[in-house]
Each structure stands twice: as C-alpha cells, then as structure tokens.
C-alpha cells in the first residue's frame, strides 16, 4: 500500500524560505514520476513542479526560478525547495507519485505566507 508522508510546512514571511519533504512508502521509488501540488482556498489543485525516473523537471510558470524539486531514491524521498516566497504560494501542498497513469497521493501540508 502506497504511504506519502509531506513535511516541512509552516509558516514564512514573504521573501522567505520553506523545504518541504515526502517520504514514500510501498512502492518501488525509483520507477514513479513524483511530483508537488498545490490547492489554495476556494481553487482547485494545481501542478507546482514533477520530477522524473530521470530526474527531469517541470515547473509551474509562477514557481520557475523560485522552487526546484529533486528527489533522493536511496532516501525514497522527494524534495520542494521554496524560495523567494509570495503570498500568492499560500496553500495545502500534497506529494503525487505517478506511474501508468496511476497516481496516489499525500494528505497535504499546509504553507502560509504572510508577514
């Protein structure tokens, strides 16, 4: 059974850093696509970043430059590195691992920017 567990979230003024976590378990890491989501109050969840097999990246337009995910197959963990926060990042973020079209999913931590 596929486990994701995020940390890392709080709270950070504008301009400031957060490192979000996910650890996975049950499932073979190194095979699925992970990615972050985000879902801010009254919006729908929406991709921030993806990484693949390969390592890979895909950002959102609003995070280039400011967020870089990575991941660590040893660690069977997947990383968001937010930088240069804005209020506009304030959501629940979620861990998606993927795989044929088969994802599953985190239960969120929540990131407040706000000074």
């Known amino acids: 059974q596929v486990q994701l567990v995020e940390s890392g979230g709080g709270s950070v003024q504008p301009g400031g850093s957060l490192r979000l976590s996910c650890a996975a378990s049950?499932?073979?890491?190194?095979?699925?696509?992970m990615g972050w989501y985000r879902q801010a109050p009254g919006k729908q969840r929406e991709l921030v970043a993806t990484?693949?097999?390969?390592?890979?990246?895909n950002y959102a337009d609003s995070v280039k430059g400011r967020f870089t995910i990575s991941r660590d197959n040893a660690k069977n963990t997947v990383y968001l590195e937010m930088n240069n926060v804005i209020p506009e990042d304030t959501a629940v973020y979620y861990c998606?691992?993927?795989?044929?079209?088969?994802?599953?999913w985190g239960q969120g931590t929540q990131v407040t920017v706000s000074s």
């Open positions: 998606n691992a993927a795989r044929f079209g088969v994802a599953s």
């Open positions: 049950g499932i073979i890491f190194s095979i699925y696509v």
């Open positions: 990484i693949t097999t390969g390592g890979s990246t």
